[in-house]
């Protein structure tokens, strides 16, 4: 008896709350909890948009990139139309980047500019995209199509043809992962025709390809760990060297990867490091240099039973043995 009381109470209640202002959560409540504006909101950019449009929906997008992270509030996303966009940005806050597709999204710096400056403390993702004919202006020490200060995420994304001193497709001071990318054709006259960072690094499933520099034609690396997992590194060149990667980091790691057809007239074609390396189930062969055709050793290196060091020219090997691992 004192059950069936309960339940009337309940139901009672539940009714006199129901006939407050505000007592019940609607469907339309529920789904904005959770879902406000810490998420930020979208702003559509596209060539046939005007930057008097607000860019709120796909019907009335900004014309310019620059423009829509101007009006952008931190966590905002943008996603950017099909087409080429000639110009030189600056992100200054947490954003998202979102093109349709890096074969028909394209940013070109138009050789003016670098293609992308993120300031620090900052996270940002770019995805989706092409960046290209990016330039240093001329002060030595900045990257050709990003210069990073924050912490960025790239994924499918190609960055090629640009130009600079330090990091040619990517410089960057903060931490950075790479997952689906393609850093191609990107030449410095100093380190990292590739990318070139002081900081973590991560690169996943990506290929990096026909860079040129002085050190570290594909990636230059220095400071802190660097992870390559299933990354193809091909045919890229240093006038010194590591042709391939040049690594001063604390630790660089390898796993499933191809390092192949690199060159440096100096040592270490594929790899050439100096403190301490890992290679897991790795592949690195066809690289030239003069000592340490496939890798060049000044430091620790450990490495497993199943990496294959082949047909490299004129040595495999140059410097310390590694050790089995």
Known sequence: MNYFKLQIYVLVLLMALGSCSGAYITANDHNSIGSGTNNGKTIYVANNGTDRNNGLTPETPKRNIANAIRSANPNDTIKVSPGTYRENIVIDKNITIIGNNQNNTILDGNQADICIIIQPELKVHITNLTIKNGKDPGNGYYGGGIQNYGN?????????????????????????????????NNH???????????????????????????????????IKPVILRRVNIKNNSA?????????VSESLTIEDSTITGNSAEKNGGGIYMVRLMYIYGSEITNNRANDGGGIYIRGDAYIDDLTKIANNTLNNLGGRPFIPA
């Open 239 to 247: 006038g010194a060297d590591g042709g391939g990667i040049s690594s």
């Open 188 to 222: 410095v006259g100093a380190a990292g025709g590739g990318i070139s960072i002081r900081n973590t690094l991560v690169v996943e499933d990506s290929t990096i390809t026909n860079n040129t520099a002085w050190w570290g034609g594909g990636i230059d690396t220095d």
């Open 152 to 184: 960025l995420t790239i994924t499918n994304t190609t960055i090629t043809n640009n130009t600079s001193d330090y990091g040619g497709g990517i410089r960057s001071y903060g931490p950075i992962t790479l997952k689906k990318a393609t850093i191609t």
